[in-house]
Nanobody, 117 residues
């Protein structure tokens, strides 16, 4: 059964950094494109970063230059390094395949990121 477990969230001041991790129990992880999504209170879930199986990356304009997505196929893990955090980055962050990728049929519990002074 596919499982996605996100971790690394917390409370950080504006301008600070966090590194999120997502461990995926998927035997074919290395061939999947993966992404990080976020959902702020009262808003729809949005894709903020994605990485292909070949490690090509793409970012939403709102996080470009501040967030970096990466992956470690040996650990079935995808990461999101978040720098220069802003209050508007406050959200629950989830990992999953991007909308044009394979549908895994599950979501993890997410990890809460709160950016506040």
């Amino acid at each position: 059964q596919v499982q996605l477990v996100e971790s690394g969230g917390g409370l950080v001041q504006p301008g600070g950094s966090l590194r999120l991790s997502c461990a995926a129990s998927i035997s074919f992880f290395k061939i999947l494109a993966m992404g990080w999504y976020r959902q702020a209170p009262g808003k729809q879930r949005e894709l903020v970063a994605s990485i292909t199986s070949a490690s090509s990356t793409s970012y939403a304009d709102s996080v470009k230059g501040r967030f970096t997505i990466s992956r470690d196929n040996a650990k079935n893990t995808v990461y999101l390094q978040m720098d220069s955090l802003k209050p508007e980055d406050t959200a629950v962050y989830y990992c999953n395949t991007p909308p044009n990728g394979r549908n895994l049929g599950v979501w993890g519990q997410g990890t809460l990121v709160t950016v506040s002074s």
